[in-house]
């Protein structure tokens, strides 16, 4: 299965993957992409992978090892014999043996170093599942962020659409002798100024597209469009940071791999502090020879009278090792304390994180109540400014600044909508929930 996987993240890095535009693309739709797709996320799959090969390596070092070898020599001139006496003349000797060793005991580094190797394992998963997390958030960050630009270019429409019929007004008032060329001028450079707005939102929003596209790694981004949901704001109960901060400790998977490397900390002392202890060894094997000038005998009558086995015990007792062991075990410990500091930043960095989210999206919902009650004071006032303007009781001055504070009022609304749902779903992701919208 391990084989299996690690060949198919090697085809998706390698392969460039085309992605179907022919369809607006949803938010779960984009979020299950980048999981896929997004090399951060392949980067970590692959550390994992590597950390699962450790840990394999660990838990075979209990095995015991095995070799086997063959030798050929050949000597000239006098040398010694398979019969042990000196002769003169050439000679050659042919050797096989098999021998295997087994470690019985090492002060428990080796059940340490398995140990270790799992957690570290566990920390790469819990790295893997930030990276995925990071990516949820990015990806629904840069949607939200298009959904705005749409509604900005809307709004930018909307405010060409009244320019241009203010605009054909005043020109058939201007042919009736109503209105003079001079007003006629104004409006249209109102028009134009408003063609201009349309244009940087539109640019805007094609940039907006643009990072989206690049966070999912697509190829190319010509044609891609996303689904415009029905975003409602609803009341949603923001609780308190410090019980989020509670919940998301136990939950997010950054704080869980902190903790996971400071317990495999804890291994690694216990292996470091296994070089004062004695260790056993057990050895085992077989052999034999065949030599050319062995008494006329022939090749499997000696590797018969040669054959021979062996088997020891070795026992190593640490005396004096130049306070290798001491300096290991310090730099061990010191490692832990290092980590626990980690652990520690990493906590409060996810505190800080919580506390922004759960303060903005408090600021966003007052943003939002403020800027849909000013969105409608505005909007109130332009039909009377324009009803006035219409009538010839309001100059086109007046005109176009109440229709600026309305289309501003409007966009305010717009952006107060779409940080406050971001924001609260921000929060409920903390807490464990999905991002959706």
């Known amino acids: 299965m ?23 693309w949803g938010l779960e739709e984009c979020i299950s992409w980048a999981l896929e797709h997004n090399l951060n996320v392949v980067q970590q799959e692959m550390s994992r992978q590597n950390s699962e090969i450790e840990l394999n390596s660990a838990q075979w070092s209990l095995a015991p090892s095995v070799q086997a070898s063959a030798s050929e020599n050949w000597s000239f001139g006098r040398g010694l014999g398979g019969d042990n006496t000196y002769a003169s003349g050439n000679s050659s000797t042919t050797g096989f043996s098999i ?48 959904l705005y630009n749409y509604e900005i270019v809307d709004v930018a429409r909307q405010q060409i ?22 007003q006629v001028s104004q409006q249209k450079a109102s028009l134009a100024q408003s063609q201009v707005t349309l244009v940087q939102a539109e640019n805007n929003l094609r940039v907006a597209i643009l990072d989206l596209a690049q966070l999912l790694e697509f190829p190319t981004w010509d044609g891609f469009e996303v689904v415009r949901p029905d975003v409602q704001v609803d009341d949603f109960y923001l609780g308190h940071p410090d019980d989020i901060y509670d919940e998301a400790c136990g939950l997010r998977p950054a704080v869980r791999a902190e903790q996971l490397r400071l317990d495999a900390s804890e291994k690694t002392i216990a292996i470091a502090k296994a070089g004062y202890m004695p260790s056993l060894s057990l050895s085992a094997g077989l052999g034999t020879n065949y030599y050319s000038n062995y008494g006329g005998k022939g090749f499997w009558d000696q590797m018969n009278d040669n054959f021979s086995q062996y ?37 409060q960095q996810l505190y800080k994180e919580i506390q922004q989210a759960w303060n903005g999206a408090v600021a966003a919902r007052a943003k939002y109540d403020a800027s849909m009650m000013a969105a409608d004071a505005a909007r109130d006032a332009f039909e009377l400014v324009q009803a006035k303007y219409e009538n010839g009781k309001a100059t086109i001055t007046e005109f176009n600044e109440s ?25 409920n992701f903390y807490r464990g929930g999905t991002i959706n919208l």
Do not use: C, W
């Not at 299996?4 to 022919?22: F, H």
């Not at 087994?102 to 819990?126: E, H, K, M, Y």
């Not at 088997?311 to 300096?327: A, D, E, H, Q, Y």
């Open 2 to 24: 391990t084989a299996l996987l690690t060949l198919a993240l090697a085809v998706a890095v390698d392969t460039v993957a085309v992605p179907d535009l022919s369809h607006p």
């Open 99 to 146: 021998g295997g060793g087994v470690n019985l005991f090492d002060g428990l580094a080796t059940p340490n170093r398995i140990s270790q190797a799992r957690l570290n394992l566990d920390a790469a998963t819990a790295d893997l599942e930030k990276a995925r997390d990071d990516i949820r958030v990015a990806v629904a960050r840069a949607y939200v962020q298009i």
């Open 161 to 182: 659409s009244i320019d241009s019929l203010q605009v054909a007004r005043l020109e058939g008032m201007m042919a009736s002798g109503k209105a003079s060329s001079a």
């Open 311 to 347: 088997i020891g015990l070795s026992l190593n007792i640490p005396i004096f090792n130049k306070f290798s062991t001491r300096n290991q075990v310090r730099s061990a410990e010191l490692n832990r304390t290092a980590q626990k500091v980690r652990l520690r930043q990493v906590q």
């Open 403 to 427: 229709r600026s504070q309305m289309l501003k009022t409007r966009s305010d609304a717009i952006q107060a909508t779409y940080e406050y749902v971001f924001q609260t779903r921000l929060v």
